[in-house]
């Protein structure tokens, strides 16, 4: 027995050796993360706003700034219910999502309260071109994404919300519109990175800062802001990817998306 193990190590220090010798590493595929977002204008890029026809970018509310695409509000005298979403021009359906953003300035005066330093990424969402004129969000999955309000009163990002959609949360059917991540409270206009994981029909799940922070499954059509009444009780597999204007200014880049294999 103790000749038999003998020889099997000299086996494999004698073929750790040959491939040392003939330099047969195996190296680990590197991830191909694509950038959505190039950093000079908004090629690649659909725009919606309430009330307005697709594309029809008023008061220039997407904009490219020195590398970053910014929800701008100074050519606004009043938000009037003006919501806006920025999709990029394709759907994806298994992938990760990364970004940074922050809120800046100051809010419009007559928009909600809940809108303040309030902005979202929208997921599996529906086509541009499929939402009605007056439509406010798009059929969706939402990381909500906040800022502090006041020092010591927690306000997470990352959050979920539901427009048009339901998930199961903790494996319950979750029917409200949002519930809170488990992140920090971020304050001021600092750079938060984000990181949202999108599998099909099954999982997703937020990060802030490299920390998971909420995670949830099986997203489908239903509830309150659905417009796609004939697909109701569909579970989503893919969709578009958005940002929204909520009438906070907010900024965001470095987006990046790596897809994951479907098979």
């Known amino acids: 027995m103790k000749y038999i193990l003998k020889l099997l190590i000299i086996c494999i220090c004698a073929v750790s050796f040959t491939n040392c010798k003939n330099n047969k590493t195996i190296e680990t595929p590197k991830e191909e993360w694509v950038q959505l977002f190039n950093g000079e204008n908004l090629e690649d890029w659909i725009i919606k706003i309430k009330g307005y026809p697709l594309n029809e970018n008023i ?3 997407f904009r490219v700034e020195n590398g ?3 929800v701008s509000y100074d050519g606004y005298d009043l938000f009037n219910a003006s919501y806006g979403h920025i999709f990029y021009k394709k759907p994806f359906s298994s992938y990760k999502l990364k970004l940074q ?3 800046t300035g100051e809010q419009l005066s007559d928009g909600e309260g809940w809108a ?6 929208m997921v599996h969402s529906q086509p541009p071109e499929s939402m009605n004129l007056d439509q406010d969000f798009p059929v969706s999955v939402e990381v909500q994404l906040l800022g502090g309000l006041k020092e010591g009163e927690a306000r997470p ?3 979920l919300c539901t427009p048009g959609t339901h998930v199961l949360l903790n494996n319950e059917l979750f029917t409200p519109h949002c519930t809170s991540s ?8 600092q750079w938060v990175n984000l990181e949202v994981m999108v599998i099909q029909d099954s999982i997703i799940t937020h990060k802030v800062n490299g920390v998971e922070v909420l995670s949830y499954s099986k997203p489908i059509i239903g509830g309150e802001f659905n417009t796609l009444e004939n697909r109701k009780g569909e579970l989503l597999k893919s969709g578009y990817i958005s940002l929204q204007s909520e009438s906070h200014p907010v900024e965001f880049k470095n987006i990046e998306i790596l897809e994951l294999d479907n098979k």
């Open 116 to 121: 303040t330093r309030n902005s979202g990424v």
């Open 101 to 103: 953003y922050r809120f």
């Open 59 to 61: 008061h220039n509310t």
């Open 68 to 70: 970053v695409l910014k």
């Open 157 to 159: 990002t990352a959050n």
């Open 182 to 189: 488990s992140s920090e409270t971020f304050y001021g206009d």
